[in-house]
């Protein structure tokens, strides 16, 4: 009898086979797929749930943009270095961009592993591809990053990580309003006293000190 490890297993690699044909790496990097881009990669992502018999699965899209990443995770020391290399500029779970609720794909046997993968396929094609392709302009992610409602919590839920994004995109799209969004975004942290208000301000001092622009 096959174990939950192997039913994993399995079922990435199907996925992966799909995946390829729609231009993604057939490399699986931990739980994810990855497609590169110009400006850095999107991703697929299977988070694992698991349970005495079963697990769950939910799937999550992803938008990297490397020169922010880079930049916004240079002195974070709340992630691992090996983590900064896998964080997402925006992204979001599949189930709750469709409808505010988590969506999960249950594993019991070996049998339920082509229908997940061909069910699980056809969400990325209706959701995530779409998705995809409406944040390969950088001016509708920095759209995003600017909210700081639900609808860009829902992008991007670490304030203080989406704030510092939202900088760094400023800076790299040139724009002119570049303090302002500072002034919004500092004064959001704030009001929230949001843990990560101090990693926001060192890098807009840091940032500063340097009068580069990340380009």
Request: net charge neutral; proline share 2%.
């Amino acid at each position: 009898m096959a174990s939950m490890k192997e039913h994993r297993e399995v079922l990435l690699k199907q996925l992966s086979e799909r995946l390829v044909q729609i231009g993604f790496d057939k490399k699986i990097h931990g739980q994810s797929f990855w497609k590169f881009t110009e400006y850095g990669r999107t991703s697929i992502h299977l988070g694992f749930i698991n349970h005495v018999t079963d697990f769950d699965i939910t799937v999550s899209v992803g938008i990297r943009i490397d020169k922010v990443e880079d930049m916004a995770n240079a002195s974070n020391k709340l992630i691992k270095d090996r983590e900064k290399k896998m964080t997402c500029t925006i992204g979001t779970e599949i189930g709750n961009f469709i409808n505010g609720r988590q969506k999960r794909w249950t594993i019991n046997n070996f049998e339920d592993i082509g229908p997940v993968c061909d069910d699980i396929y056809i969400y990325v094609m209706e959701v995530a591809v779409p998705y995809i392709e409406k944040y390969s302009e950088l001016e509708n992610v920095y759209e995003v990053l600017l909210r700081d409602d639900k609808e860009g919590w829902r992008h991007a839920p670490i304030h203080y990580h989406r704030a510092i994004c939202a900088v760094a995109m400023a800076r790299l799209l040139g724009k002119s309003d570049y303090k302002d969004i500072v002034d919004k975004k500092t004064k959001f942290l704030k009001e929230r006293e949001d843990y990560g208000l101090p990693l926001f301000l060192d890098f807009i001092n840091k940032l500063d000190e340097s009068q580069g622009n990340i380009v």
